[in-house]
């Protein structure tokens, strides 16, 4: 089945500082990238849309100047989390559509800001 | 008013029980409908993927969709330890592209 990485997988970082998280589509390419947050006992809320070649969709009530989103190619995607602060600790996972549109996911990256 | 609902649970049956999971969405829009499972700190794994209203079965697991009650349920036979994790019901909508709308997720414990 096809495989979607995350890296790093856990990541502790200083509040102030910024924090990038890789999504790749390992074998298959993706013009479309989803980026979600997850907090403890919650469910996924989706942040933005990640288009190929063109800027990224951002749900209502995200930042998008503090949640970067580049998708250089089609197979990678990166979440750029500027100024981190110790409420954007959460699990963010991304998930990538191959051409059959099935949606597969990312193990996930552990933020913490401390 | 959530537009998809999800007992959150948890949900602790013994082993070989069968477990029945459920939603319900108040969107009739929704016309995909997925299970997926997810085990801590980890992402989600579709299990099922139904699209019309009726029961589809794979192995131990059986998707159940009534699109008039908008309410669906994923039934899982001879639950197993290695069955514990949160289940998650996810939706989309024709014209919504390939973005989910997720149910809040149901934890499950299948006690040895």
């Known amino acids: 089945g096809a495989v979607v990485s995350q890296h790093p997988s856990r990541v502790i970082c200083k509040s102030g500082t910024s924090v990038k998280i890789e999504c790749r589509s390992l074998?298959?390419?993706?013009?479309?990238m989803f980026w979600y947050r997850q907090f403890p006992k919650q469910s996924l809320m989706l942040m933005a849309t990640?288009?190929?070649?063109?800027?990224?969709?951002?749900e209502q009530g995200v930042e998008k100047d503090k949640f970067l989103i580049n998708h250089a190619s089609l197979t990678l995607s990166t979440l750029t989390v500027t100024s981190a602060h110790p409420e954007d600790s959460s699990f963010y996972i991304c998930?990538?559509?191959?051409?059959?549109?099935?949606?597969?996911f990312g193990p996930g990256t552990r933020l913490t800001v401390t | 008013q959530k537009e998809v609902e999800q007992d959150p649970g948890p949900l602790s049956v013994p082993e070989g029980a069968i477990v029945s999971l459920n939603c319900t969405y108040s969107?009739?829009?929704?016309?995909?409908f997925m299970w997926y499972r997810q085990y801590s700190r980890k992402g989600p794994e579709l299990l099922m993927y139904?699209?019309?209203?009726g029961n589809k079965e794979d192995g131990r697991f059986t998707a159940q969709v009534d699109k008039s009650s908008k309410y669906i349920s994923l039934f899982i036979r001879d639950s197993q330890p290695s069955d514990s994790a949160t289940y998650l019901c996810?939706?989309?909508?024709?014209?919504?592209?390939?973005?989910?709308?997720f149910g809040g997720g149901t934890r499950l414990m299948v006690k040895p």
């Open positions: 998930s990538a559509i191959p051409r059959n549109g099935e949606q597969y």
């Open positions: 074998d298959f390419q993706a013009t479309t």
């Open positions: 990640s288009n190929e070649g063109s800027k990224a969709t951002y």
């Open positions: 969107n009739s829009a929704f016309q995909y």
């Open positions: 139904t699209y019309s209203s």
């Open positions: 996810a939706m989309n909508r024709l014209g919504a592209g390939n973005m989910l709308t």
